[in-house]
């Protein structure tokens, strides 16, 4: 099994910064597309940013220019910068990562915990 660690979010003011990371670790033949998703409360969890293996990135529009996802893979971490926070963003941020499972190579997707991302004055 996969396990994913997240660290960071907290509270901060609009406009200003914030950062995320998510290790995983346990037993995987490799990790592929990494990403980070929220859920608001009232709201469906939707998806903020992803990364493949290779670098690709993908961003949910109200984040672009603001967010950026990026990965180390020697860690098999993945983190989120994010900047120029506004209330909107307040949410649990939740990290999901694919990894391909020893053996089989069958590709299973795992969630982090979540972590409190909350903007406020």
């Known amino acids: 099994q996969v396990q994913l660690v997240e660290s960071g979010g907290g509270l901060v003011q609009p406009g200003g910064s914030l950062s995320v990371s998510c290790a995983a670790s346990g037993r995987f033949f490799s990790i592929a597309d990494m990403g980070w998703y929220r859920q608001a409360p009232g709201k469906q969890r939707e998806l903020v940013a992803a990364i493949t293996r290779g670098g690709s990135t993908n961003y949910e529009d109200s984040t672009k220019g603001r967010f950026t996802i990026s990965r180390d893979n020697a860690k098999n971490t993945v983190y989120l910068q994010m900047d120029s926070l506004k209330p909107d963003d307040t949410a649990v941020y939740y990290c999901?990562?694919?990894?391909?499972?020893?053996?089989?190579?069958?590709?299973?997707?795992?969630w982090g915990q979540g972590t409190q991302v909350t903007v406020s004055s």
């Open positions: 999901k990562v694919d990894a391909l499972l020893p053996l089989t190579f069958q590709r299973r997707a795992f």
